[in-house]
């Protein structure tokens, strides 16, 4: 049974941090593809970061410096560490597991976990 697990997310003051977790099961975690969205209330979901099976990570240009992502293949978890938070980044994150070959895709979704930046 493939789950997909985040948690984490919290209240937290412009300028905080938080780290979220995503525990993953089910699945060949070290081959995927793990990503984390965003969607912000009356916006659209959107990317914020992802890592691939080799280490390799992108960004959204609004979170490049602030966010990083890393992940514990042993522990099947990725993780978003989120610094200097700003209003902007209230929303709802999403961790995603995605993998695809000349055979198959598969495409994973959590259920969310809530962040909100306020003083």
């Known amino acids: 049974q493939v789950q997909v697990v985040e948690s984490g997310g919290d209240l937290a003051e412009p300028g905080g941090s938080l780290r979220l977790s995503c525990a993953a099961s089910?699945?060949?975690?070290?081959?995927?593809?793990m990503r984390w969205y965003r969607q912000a209330p009356g916006k659209e979901r959107e990317l914020v970061a992802g890592?691939?099976?080799?280490?390799?990570?992108n960004y959204a240009d609004s979170v490049k410096g602030r966010f990083t992502i890393s992940r514990d293949n042993a522990k099947n978890t990725v993780y978003l560490q989120m610094n200097s938070l700003k209003t902007d980044d209230t929303g709802v994150y999403y961790c995603?597991?995605?993998?695809?070959?000349?055979?198959?895709?598969?495409?994973?979704w959590g259920q969310g976990t809530q962040v909100i930046v306020s003083s």
């Open positions: 995603n597991a995605y993998y695809s070959d000349y055979r198959t895709l598969s495409d994973y």
């Open positions: 089910g699945f060949p975690f070290i081959r995927y593809v």
């Open positions: 890592i691939n099976s080799a280490g390799g990570t």
